[in-house]
T-cell receptor
């Protein structure tokens, strides 16, 4: 079983739509959780950290469910510029290696 | 604050040759990571430095890969001799903290093509 699993998509949604991605992780003792965004042929960039209580940053909302070992990312009012690959990243032990999902591809259509 | 920088951005070498990749982490970041993404696969861990010490090198594919971080500043990753399957994008990342949320910041990557 992979350490971090994501639905690769692709997700094709119209502008203004709401879209949600989920990610599951295998290690119940995992400590840190993140969503990164990766544009084509670019490096991953931190979108947001995911906190136990859930957190929101503008149109983006991240949730953590430790009991079920999954993380979600909700994007409201999708923009064309949101088109990218979204990577779920988990740190089992803070400071040690990060585990990546394969990424979920999102295309926002005009 | 300067971000993580990697050099070169692209490298095309022949099978059997040697290539050295360089990573300059964000100043003050003790943690430095090397990752690799091969076509169609997820980003995979190679190794992790804390300052100049190798904390975890469990992801290094074989002994053709050698990473160093002398003085705890920049790091190099040497592939010798390169094989076709080494082609991919090599990312370096750095982070500051070892407790709490420990965000990693990535360099732009080195795209290595072995022909």
């Amino acid at each position: 079983r992979k350490e971090v699993e994501q639905d690769p998509g692709p997700f094709n949604v119209p502008e203004g739509a709401t879209v949600a991605f989920n990610c599951t992780y295998s290690n119940s003792a995992s400590q840190s959780f993140f969503w990164y965004r990766q544009d084509c042929r670019k490096e991953p960039k931190l979108l947001m950290s995911v906190y136990s209580s859930g957190n929101e940053d503008g149109r983006f909302t991240a949730q953590l469910n430790r009991a079920s070992q999954y993380i979600s990312l909700l994007i409201r009012d999708s923009k064309l510029s949101d088109s990218a690959t979204y990577l779920c990243v988990v740190n089992f032990i803070t400071g040690n290696q990060f585990y990546f999902g394969t990424g979920t591809s999102l295309t926002v259509i005009p | 604050e300067a971000g993580v920088t990697q050099f070169p951005s692209h490298s095309v070498i022949e099978k059997g040759q040697t290539v050295t990749l360089r990573c300059d982490p964000i100043s003050g970041h003790d943690n430095l990571y090397w990752y690799r993404r091969v076509m169609g696969k997820e980003i995979k861990f190679l190794l992790h430095f804390v300052k100049e010490s190798k904390q975890d090198e469990s992801g290094m594919p074989n002994n053709r890969f050698l990473a160093e971080r002398t003085g705890g500043t920049y790091s190099t990753l040497k592939v010798q001799p390169a094989e076709l399957e080494d082609s991919g994008v090599y990312f370096c990342a750095s982070s500051r903290r070892t407790t709490g949320q420990n965000e990693a910041f990535f360099g732009q990557g080195t795209r290595l093509t072995v022909v």
